[in-house]
């Protein structure tokens, strides 16, 4: 079974541009979550995804945007980039919503902005 | 809002037992999860705990939990060099999300 796919791997863009990066779930998962991860914040929540409908969302700016596809495949948006949005930024699927559903992390996309 | 601590570097020798704490603050936290992360690869569940259990055991890892003190730790006995990696340790209070992470423990181990 392949696991949680993310593309592109790495991404260098500059201050203004906007970004979308994307991942594929386990087959037959349902439910997306986005995390970013940088040294000084270490890891935090952007949003999650289950059946197209965004049902949680974390702290950050509404430059920042997701979506789900009806093949579960996630897609979010970082619009007028700044420099702190440089970070690793990592996908996880489940199958389901409860707390023991495990969570695969896909390996990530690495942006840096310039 | 709710916070998870963790140290950030743990070096032990290869054959010795390792010790990850970890402190969080959200008192209705249900489950807490040891997460490991790998150079260039995403995260891997190790193992949980549910918030009613002290301990759970398995195979090489033990995690225990005090809920009063809000203190978990992951031990891994018989450490390895294929254990050198940074772990996280996680939280969630209801659901599957959000995980809340501590900002993770580098543990390297040496031959």
């Known amino acids: 079974k392949a696991g949680v796919t993310q593309t592109p791997r790495y991404l260098i863009k500059t201050r203004g541009q906007q970004v979308t990066l994307s991942c594929s779930p386990i087959s037959g998962h349902r439910s997306v979550s986005w995390y970013q991860q940088t040294p000084g914040q270490g890891l935090q929540f952007l949003f999650e995804?289950?059946?197209?409908?965004?049902?949680n969302k974390g702290n950050f700016p509404g430059r920042f945007s997701g979506r789900q596809f009806s093949n579960s495949r996630s897609e979010m948006n970082v619009s007028t980039l700044e420099l702190g949005d440089s970070a690793l930024y990592l996908c996880?699927?489940?199958?389901?919503?409860?707390?023991?559903?495990?969570?695969?992390f896909g390996p990530g996309t690495r942006l840096t902005v310039l | 809002g709710e916070d998870v601590e963790q140290s950030l570097f743990l070096s032990v020798r290869e054959g010795d037992s390792s010790v990850i704490n970890c402190t969080y603050t959200?008192?209705?936290?249900?489950?807490l999860y040891w997460y490991k992360q790998e150079p260039g690869a995403g995260l891997q569940l190790l193992t949980y705990i549910f918030s009613n259990m002290d301990m759970k055991q398995d195979q090489r890892l033990t995690v225990l939990l005090n809920k009063k003190d809000k203190h978990l730790s992951l031990r891994i006995a018989d450490t390895q060099t294929g254990d050198s990696a940074i772990y996280f340790c996680?939280?969630?209070?209801?659901?599957?999300?959000?995980?809340?992470f501590g900002k993770g423990t580098r543990l390297s181990v040496i031959a």
């Open positions: 996880a699927s489940t199958a389901g919503l409860g707390p023991t559903d495990t969570q695969y």
């Open positions: 996680a939280e969630v209070d209801s659901g599957n999300t959000p995980l809340v």
């Open positions: 959200d008192s209705s936290s249900t489950y």
């Open positions: 995804y289950f059946s197209e409908t965004q049902r």
